[in-house]
């Protein structure tokens, strides 16, 4: 199973999950170890989280580039968006 199947899996029976950012990283590099390749990447990770959780009133863009500014850190992204 993938690192994407078994998250939307988990997701499907419990929709408020989110690894944190330092835990999702290692499930990607198990992943890679075993299959060669990632199928989810972390900046769409960590997009989808902050815009489902925290974040929910920005666009994605404005995630993004908080994100870009964050160098991916979620805290620090969030404290850009609401600065």
Known sequence: MTLKEAYNLCLSKKPNIGPNKSFFE??????????GSNSLNLRDYLANQLSNGAASSFSLAQINRALDLSKNDPNKALNILFS
């Open 26 to 35: 290692q499930l990607m590099v198990y992943e890679k170890s075993i299959l």
